[in-house]
């Protein structure tokens, strides 16, 4: 799901990434190391890995829309807050 502007970051929250994909981990790879033989995947199979990674992708993607979107909420308060500071500033200054 896609973040839309002025939505709030508590309303959509990425749950964890499927377990059977570990970043960094190939069962090719690991069969290369050990010496054992490898075989060639079907095409069934490459798409059903393509489509479990793009799926771990849309996840991360949303996640990181989730973060950018906390940074801007969090920067926006910080300005106000600066702001605030500004104007209690100001208004010290003319009392003294």
Known sequence: ?????????KMWQAGPLPQA????????????????LTRKRSNKERFSMVETRLDVLKVSQGRLLGVESSQE??????????SLVDRLTEDTKDSV
Not at 1 to 9: F, L, R, W
Not at 21 to 36: H, K
Not at 73 to 82: C, L, Q, T
């Open 1 to 9: 799901m896609i973040k839309h502007c002025g939505e709030s970051s």
């Open 21 to 36: 994909v570990a970043i960094g981990y190939s069962p090719r790879a690991e069969e290369a190391q050990s010496g054992a």
């Open 73 to 82: 909420e969090a920067e926006s308060r910080i300005d106000k807050v600066e």
